[in-house]
């Protein structure tokens, strides 16, 4: 597997939680009022964005054994 570039992590983290606002704001309206194309395919955006965070975070570990240097998971 490519490794995975880090330095837009907060960029993307900050998408993410406008997403989620934005999704929060959808659901609160009526149903008969729901953008639903809209609203599956941002749910879809999201679920993405949120599995590529966990992702980043997880290649952004710098956690070392001061013995060995091997990752500590």
């Known amino acids: ?6 330095a837009f992590y907060s960029v993307f983290e900050d998408k993410l939680k406008k997403m989620k606002q934005d999704i929060k704001q959808e659901l609160d309206r009526p149903v008969s009022d729901r953008r639903k194309a809209w609203l599956k ?3 879809k955006e999201a679920k ?3 599995d590529h965070l966990k992702m980043m975070k997880k ?3 710098t956690e070392v054994c001061p ?3 091997k990752s500590i998971d």
């Open 48 to 50: 993405s964005m949120r």
């Open 1 to 6: 597997m490519a490794p995975v570039i880090t």
């Open 67 to 69: 013995h060995c240097g």
């Open 41 to 43: 395919d941002q749910l």
């Open 59 to 61: 290649d952004m570990r």
